[in-house]
């Protein structure tokens, strides 16, 4: 079956056109030459933890039941994700990392084109933090804050500063559960620590550890992640764009950032204005420089400067293809080891520059935040060197490029939905009481070959709008549905429900919020305790007609999410299932237990229009669980 038949993307079906017949083989072709893919990975019951091994389970009960240590099949498949879980988190907790660390270099004056773009939320965090900020220079709150966060990544008792913005009931659940993460490295350690040979075998306890541990990312490094990106790069707000691999200019040089961390990114975004850069650009033959992004550092770019995004995942190598990118720099995460090879065909010169992420086959130029500024001007240059080596008769740019409007954040909702001068989220909750609103949906997460390429986002958003449901996107979803112009606020006149419709037409909002990139769904957290706070919807999270979908999850950091989301108390759909099945009882803890343990739990379901009415379901029967008023205008869907 060729995958990319259901390529939603005509910008994306154009250039892999032209890909195969220039015999450039594409993650398509890749995903298509694993077929049949291993049965014993897919179903969690390959065992690899140990020199036994590698063992494996017959998932038909007919061959082996035991590994070579006695490990069952619940026991692999749980340790697997637990595995798996650890990955995701410690890759977002990394992130979270590096970005306290360049907060401090900054508060220690050792960084350039670095400032604090958010006063207002370096002080509120710093508060809540504990760390008095009246009549403090920036720097030294700065600097405290840092030190703070960072003492939270070592620390091995108590718990995290942010996991205290949760309701107090979950708090009193994870303390009761043993979940309340402790510190953010110990839980990633003990994880792992967990999963050696000999070590964690019950189900319950290796699913409790994948909650611990990805609750120390949800709640610990991506919100760290999110904070500190917004304190450093400012606070998103509403900011138009536009998205797909149209706003590659064939007249300027094509600089594209891609990876997830924008401390690089940003100051790109920002030098490529400067006058002498362009200067430099326009007597090698360009009219100007053209920043775009890829991935989850268009993203984060996106949503705070409008920088255009050329394509999520799936286009990294497209946008090589059409022959006019210059320079693709890389820092970390969902980043293709096959750009080596793909740059190679065209003039497309590829530089990796995060010291954790290494390349066969790429350059790389080391960015560190005390030359962040310097490196920046050297790379940009890189790229104006490369504008003349561009072959003009080999340059493909599709003309399809999309308005978004992007930059949603918990703490804009006040205004966008409360108005000017009484920032609340009191409409949004009225809303959803009267009827208007069904409720809150985190559409999120890659786009995979495996799944639609993209287009199960699209479809199930689609779904989704026309029962009136509120959809929060991030990541690799979120740029799909902006490539089929669903993030303007004029995709609620063609997609809305009535209820919907109303509202978005009252507040110019579009039906669909794009809040940033994968760590920014720390954001939907925060949302879900501002509208308990505002009252009328339950005591906890896991009492909100909300939910979350990745129905094309990619990443090991998908699951993470996925189960930070679990733990807070939401009802989490995949698409193609957690590699669990291989586990009856795992399947249905996860599936069907867990929701009485921990409020929140898994569906798995590829088909987006089933998935669109499990989610719905799942809605009206929380609304109906906190006697809601029926919807206003119950749409008369077959
Ligand atoms: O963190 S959505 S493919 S880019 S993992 Fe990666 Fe998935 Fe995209 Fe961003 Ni998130």
Redesign the pocket.
């Known amino acids: 079956m060729r995958m990319e038949k259901f390529l939603a993307d005509l910008a994306s079906k154009e250039i892999l056109d032209l890909a195969r017949k220039e015999n450039i083989q594409t993650i398509w072709e890749r995903y298509q030459l694993q077929q049949p893919q291993c049965g014993f990975g897919l179903l969690g019951l390959c065992c690899t933890n140990c020199n036994l091994g590698p063992c494996r389970i017959d998932p038909f009960g007919e061959g082996a039941e035991f590994g070579a240590c006695g490990a069952d099949r619940d026991t692999i498949s749980a340790r697997n994700l637990l595995r798996r879980t650890t990955a995701g988190a410690a890759c977002h907790n990394d992130h979270g990392r590096d970005l306290t660390l360049a907060l401090l270099a900054f508060a220690e004056g050792k960084t350039q084109g670095y400032r604090i773009k958010s006063e207002e939320k370096l002080k509120n965090i710093a508060q809540e933090f504990s760390i008095p900020v009246e009549n403090r220079p920036l720097e030294d709150i700065a600097k405290d804050l840092a030190i703070k966060i960072l003492s939270e990544y070592g620390q091995q008792k108590g718990k995290l500063t942010f996991s205290q913005r949760a309701p107090k009931k979950r708090q009193e659940l994870w303390r009761k559960l043993g979940i309340m993460p402790r510190g953010i490295d110990r839980e990633v350690v003990e994880a792992i620590s967990r999963t050696n040979m000999g070590v964690d075998h019950d189900l319950r306890s290796l699913i409790l550890a994948c909650m611990r541990v990805a609750l120390s990312d949800g709640w610990g490094g991506s919100m760290v992640a999110t904070e500190i990106s917004d304190i450093l790069f400012g606070l998103p707000s509403p900011i138009r764009s536009q998205v797909n691999l149209g706003v590659l200019k064939e007249d300027e040089v094509n600089l594209v950032v891609h990876g997830?961390v924008p401390l690089l990114s940003d100051v790109v975004a920002e030098l490529a204005l400067e006058e002498d850069l362009i200067s430099k650009a326009k007597e090698k033959g360009a009219k100007g420089i053209n920043v775009v992004g890829i991935?989850?550092t268009a993203n984060e770019v996106l949503v705070r400067r409008g920088i255009p995004v050329a394509g999520?995942?799936l286009q990294q190598e497209l946008a090589i293809i059409t022959g006019a990118v210059e320079l693709m720099l890389v820092d970390i995460?969902?980043i293709m080891p096959s750009l080596a090879k793909v740059s190679s065909c065209f003039h497309t010169k590829v530089v990796s520059t995060h010291q954790k992420a290494r390349f066969y086959g790429i350059q790389h130029i080391e960015f560190k935040e005390e030359e962040a500024t310097q490196t920046a001007r050297r790379l940009i240059e890189t790229a104006i060197e490369n504008f003349p080596k561009r072959d003009k008769s080999r340059v493909n740019i599709p003309k399809e490029k999309m308005d978004v409007v992007c930059g949603f954040t918990a703490e804009g909702i006040f205004h966008h939905l409360g108005g000017r001068y009484r920032a609340t989220y009191r409409p949004l909750n009225n809303a959803i009481i009267e009827g208007r609103i069904r409720g809150v949906v985190g559409v999120?997460?890659?786009?995979n070959p495996k799944n639609l390429s993209g287009g199960a986002h699209i479809t199930l958003v689609k779904e989704l709008l026309k029962r009136d449901v509120l959809v929060v996107q991030t990541?690799?979803?979120a740029i799909e549905c902006g490539k089929e112009g669903l993030l303007k606020p004029e995709a609620a006149f063609e997609y809305a429900g009535l209820g919907l419709r109303e509202v978005c037409e009252a507040t110019g909002l579009p039906p669909v919020l794009h809040s940033g990139?994968?760590v920014d769904n720390s954001r939907i957290l925060i949302e879900c305790c501002e509208i308990l706070k505002e009252g009328g919807l339950g005591e906890d999270i896991s009492d909100l007609p909300v939910a979350g979908a990745a129905l094309e999850w990619?990443?090991e950091?998908?699951i993470a999410i996925g189960w930070y989301a679990v733990s807070s108390g939401i009802f989490v759909v995949f698409g193609t299932p957690l590699p669990i099945l291989g586990s009856k009882n795992l399947e249905k803890f996860l599936t069907q237990e867990l929701f009485e343990i921990i409020g929140g739990g898994w569906a798995f379901e590829e088909d987006p229009v089933k998935a669109a009415k499990i989610i719905v379901s799942h809605l009206d029967k929380k609304r109906e669980k906190l006697k809601l008023r029926p919807m206003m205008y119950e749409p008369n869907l077959i």
Do not use: I, P, T
């Open positions: 997830h991935c989850c999520n995942f995460q969902c999120v997460g890659c786009d990541g690799c979803a990139a994968c990619m990443s950091k998908a």
